[in-house]
């Protein structure tokens, strides 16, 4: 599966949006991209997956470029409660059982 | 409401306990999960199951041993625990049905458990 790169951590005030960028130029053309968080003390939660279109759902955008290579998460109108450490994963549809953690972007929302 | 459920959310054992980790799911899911979370390090897989009975090693099997005797039930089990599996433990669950992700067996969505956190004295 290919791997991801993803800043270590960002910050953003509330009530702005949030844009969290994923890096996986290695991607394949068979690859998904999903996002997931995890606030702490939980277990992660899954947020928004997509193949090469644009996907909207009511947590989060998904934006994927043209070539694949990079994605960018989007919380439209963040709050204090999207404090959380964000991951991005790219796995194959078809494929292995074994999802792939990184070490994620810690997302930090200021009043 | 999907859930995945794990026995304990603390769990203080000694070194040299068998201790025993158990995660129950309510979705009929096919695959299970154990990971184990510690900073800096990010999640990483112990153990997985795609079907009752059926377990494969994931990439820290070593020190651990799964049962996965009910599609429901997947447990972890440290045979004999040491202070450097002191550790947040979580387990998932996803099915493996066409679903979102398209296909026969392939991976969708986890959901995720609230997590053990075990400590080894």
């Known amino acids: 599966d290919a791997k991801t790169t993803q800043p270590t951590s960002m910050d953003c005030a509330e009530g702005r949006a949030a844009n969290l960028p994923c890096n996986h130029s290695?991607?394949?053309?068979?690859?998904?991209v999903y996002w997931y968080r995890q606030i702490h003390s939980q277990g992660p939660q899954y947020i928004i997956h997509?193949?090469?279109n644009n996907e909207t759902n009511e947590m989060a955008s998904l934006i994927i470029t043209e070539d694949r290579k990079s994605s960018t998460l989007i919380l439209p109108h963040a709050t204090l409660r999207d404090t959380a450490v964000y991951y991005c994963?790219?796995?194959?549809?078809?494929?292995?059982?074994?999802?792939?953690f990184g070490r994620g972007t810690s997302l930090i929302v200021h009043p | 409401d999907v859930k995945v459920t794990q026995s304990s959310r603390y769990l203080v054992k000694r070194t040299g306990e068998k201790v025993f980790l158990e995660c129950v799911q309510d979705?009929?899911?096919?695959?299970m999960f154990w990971y184990r979370q510690d900073p800096g390090l990010g999640l990483r897989l112990i153990y997985f199951?795609?079907?009752?009975?059926?377990?494969e090693k994931g990439d820290i099997p070593e020190g651990y041993s799964v049962s996965r005797e009910k599609k429901e039930r997947f447990s972890l089990i440290l045979e004999s625990a040491s202070t450097n599996q002191t550790s947040m433990y979580l387990c998932?669950?996803?099915?493996?049905?066409?679903?979102?992700?398209?296909?026969?067996?392939?991976?969708?969505?986890?959901?995720f458990g609230p997590g053990t956190r075990l400590t080894v004295l």
């Open positions: 290695t991607i394949s053309g068979n690859e998904y």
């Open positions: 979705m009929d899911h096919e695959n």
């Open positions: 997509g193949l090469k």
């Open positions: 199951s795609y079907d009752v009975k059926m377990k």
């Open positions: 998932a669950s996803s099915s493996a049905s066409p679903g979102l992700a398209g296909g026969p067996g392939s991976y969708n969505e986890q959901f």
């Open positions: 994963i790219v796995r194959v549809a078809g494929g292995s059982y074994i999802p792939t």
